[in-house]
């Protein structure tokens, strides 16, 4: 139970008459000390009130330690950091957005003084993308969140809340579309873009456009999970065909220690992204044919890397992949320098990551059933069907035929028969597909 003492003024080392008062109030169970105090009070029935409310409050469990009300976000976030373990790039990805917008406004407030509207009032002023500033307050409030079951506030004020967006002036015309063209890139496109980059590289794209992988997984891919098969029971039979087995994945990204001092460049291997995405992908025909040739010519391990068996960094890949996709001059031969063809531009702007979504695009144009067109793209499906809808062998039957007929549809619209002038192909009859 609270209660109340004097405590007298002291002046020029006398007591003197002049009092004030201190509450003491007893502690959480387990707590050091065991009895807890604040002076100040100038009645003796406002010290003992102020010491009942503290109690009241632990017995709900809503007080906050007085060692805690004075913590600053930025010493909770980088204690955060510090034992919130994660994937490399996922670490590395939150120090950046903690050191570049985070932590210069926000560093030195306390946990508790900070509000939603301060923090919404502030992410309209930042001079980056909207989806980056959401990015930036997704972060402020699982770190708040944390803070909340650490005992640092009672509740944190971020969440669940709305971000205003700004819709006056500019902010409301729409953004440029990354590519300029509806309905995004084609089947013919990564046809071209393949033919165009060569046999060991363009076997990557026409991979990652007809079976999905995101760019880490391709780097990441191991010729011993290529072209493995999958055998399932199917009506009288048996459903049989290839495919490739994604376990893990290349990440690119500046590494750090506990307190966030940056301790090198690194491309390292993780496992994936998360349950959903370690997944196997069945390979129609066409790629089968690709990848078994690509195999047989390949000297590494890894089934997608540079020509000396290292991964693809994200620079060297764009200085070749970008001028494939956008177009170059013509180079005139000189002295020190080889002749170099004009290229036109096949379409402008399309990436590895729109490729992928042409995977996902196709899979919805052929029809592919929801349960098995999350399990190939990698995703997570959400809802209770997650649990009771299955792929079957019937689905990804239908899933091969599709994309095996959109290939050859593409080849035939811009007029190829074989790819690379070496791998020669041959357009399977209707119904082959086991």
């Known amino acids: 139970m609270a209660y ?21 109030y007893k502690a959480p169970e387990g707590h050091s000390p065991a009895w807890l105090t604040k002076p100040g009070f100038e009645t003796k029935k406002t010290a003992e009130a102020w010491g009942k409310e503290q109690e009241r409050l632990i017995r709900e469990g809503t007080w906050i330690d007085p060692s805690k009300q004075a913590v600053t976000f930025g010493e909770f976030a980088r204690t955060f950091m510090a034992t919130r373990k994660k994937r490399g790039r996922t670490v590395g990805t939150r120090w950046d957005k903690l050191e570049n917008h985070i932590l210069p406004r926000w560093d030195g407030v306390p946990l508790r003084k900070i509000t939603w509207f301060d923090v919404d009032t502030w992410q309209q002023t930042m001079s980056i993308e909207d989806v980056s500033r959401g990015h930036c307050v997704s972060l402020m409030s699982t770190i708040m969140t944390a803070a909340q079951d650490a005992g640092y506030i009672t509740v944190n004020p971020l969440f669940g809340r709305r971000r205003t967006k700004d819709t006056s002036g500019d902010a409301a015309m729409p953004k440029a579309p990354k590519i300029a063209r509806d ?9 071209l873009l393949a033919e165009r980059l060569g046999p060991a590289i363009g076997v990557h794209v026409l991979t990652t456009a007809f079976g999905g992988l995101r760019w880490g997984e391709g780097l990441g891919l191991h010729r011993d999970n290529t072209l493995l098969t999958r055998r399932q ?15 893990e994945e290349y990440a690119e990204y500046t590494e750090r220690d506990e307190d966030g001092r940056k301790t090198g460049y690194v491309v390292r291997l993780e496992p994936t992204k998360n349950d959903g995405s370690t997944r196997d992908i069945d390979v129609p025909p066409f790629l089968e044919e690709l990848l078994r040739h690509h195999l047989a010519d390949w000297p590494h391990e890894r089934v997608f890397c540079t020509r000396s068996g290292t991964p693809w960094l994200r620079g060297n890949w764009s200085r070749m992949f970008r001028p494939a996709c956008d177009g170059r001059p013509e180079r005139e031969k000189r002295q020190g320098v080889s002749y170099r063809a004009a290229w036109e531009p096949i379409l402008p702007g399309l990436d590895m990551r729109a490729l992928r979504a042409l995977h996902d695009t196709m899979q919805s144009e052929i029809g592919v059933k929801e349960p098995l067109a999350f ?16 792929p079957t062998p019937g689905m990804r039957a239908e899933r091969l035929e599709g994309l095996e007929a959109a290939y050859w549809r593409a080849m035939r619209n811009v007029g190829l028969t074989t790819m690379w002038g070496r791998v020669s192909l041959r357009k399977r009859p209707a119904g082959s597909i086991p």
């Open 183 to 191: 309905g995004g890139p084609r089947p013919e496109d990564a046809v």
């Open 375 to 390: 399990e190939a793209a990698g995703h997570r499906r959400p809802g209770i069907k997650r649990h009771y809808q299955k």
């Open 4 to 24: 109340a003492e004097k405590i007298y003024k002291v002046r020029n080392g006398v007591k003197t008459k002049q009092f004030t008062w201190r509450v003491m």
């Open 233 to 247: 029971p199917w009506g009288a039979g048996e459903f049989v065909c290839p495919i490739l087995r994604i376990v």
